[in-house]
C-alpha cells in the first residue's frame, strides 16, 4: 500500500510539471508588470484580505481547525513573489473549500531564501499568530508586497501591516517580533525546509491518515494538484 500510495504522489508530482512552469510563467509576468509597486504605507486590499479569512479560527501559524484530519504545511519567504501569487490565486479555493469545512488545516512556516529582510518580515508574522492574526498579517503583506531586496521591508512597512491585521496589543507585538525567540524560529523552520529537500518557494509538505508521515510536495503547479493530495492524504 504504501509503494502503490507513493507511485501514486510521483505520478500527482510529474502531472503538475507542465501547470507549474505554466504558473511562473504567468507570475513572472504579473510580477515584472507591476513595475515594482507595493511595498509602501498606503496598503491595498486589507478588507479584501480580512473577509477571506473572516470566522475562520487561527492557533499560532495554523489556520483551520489544529483537529483537522489533514494538514497542509507552505514554507514560504514573505518577500517571494511566487508566494504571493499562490496566496492570491492557487490557495484561497482550498481555504474556502477544504479549510473552512474542517477538512484540512493550512500551516505556513517562514523559508527564507531571498534576503535578511525576509526574517524580521517573517518574524513578525509569527508575533502575530501569537495573538491570533498571524494569516492576516501574512495575506496583507503577500497583496501590499514590493520588489524583492528593493529594501521596501520597514519598520514603517510591517507596523502599518500589523495594524491593517488588526493585530490587537500592538505594542506586545513589536516587542515579540524583535524577539531572539521568534527570530531563531524563522531560522529553524528555514533549516526544517532544507531538510526536506526544498530549495525554492512556496513549498508544500502535507500530513494525514493516509500518508507516510509528513510527506514533500515540492511545488503543485494548481489548486486541483493541492486538493488531490489532501484527497490522497485523508
Known sequence: MRADRRERLLRLAAGTVFLAIAAVVVLIVVDAASNGSGGDTELEDV?????????????GTVLGDPRAPVELIEYG????????????????????????????????????????????????????????????????????????????????????????????????WNLARRSKALIAEVEATTEEAERLGFSGTPSFAIKGPQSNGLEPLGTPGSTEAIEEAIEEAR
Not at 478588507?47 to 492557533?59: D, F, K, T, V
Not at 503583506?141 to 502599518?160: C, L, M, P, W
Open 47 to 59: 478588507a479584501a484580505a480580512n473577509r477571506l479569512l473572516a470566522g475562520i479560527p487561527q492557533h
Open 77 to 172: 519567504d514573505l518577500q517571494c513573489p511566487f508566494c504571493k501569487g499562490y496566496s492570491e490565486e492557487v490557495l484561497p479555493p482550498i481555504v474556502e473549500k477544504r479549510v473552512k469545512s474542517g477538512e484540512a488545516s493550512l500551516t505556513f512556516k517562514n523559508f527564507v531564501i531571498i534576503g535578511e529582510e525576509s526574517i524580521p518580515a517573517g518574524a513578525a508574522m509569527l508575533a502575530a499568530g501569537e495573538q491570533g492574526k498571524g494569516w492576516n498579517f501574512l495575506d496583507i503583506f503577500y497583496r501590499n508586497q514590493g520588489k524583492e531586496r528593493s529594501g521596501y521591508v520597514t519598520d514603517e512597512f510591517i507596523e502599518a501591516v500589523g495594524r491593517a491585521a488588526g493585530v490587537p496589543d500592538l505594542a506586545k
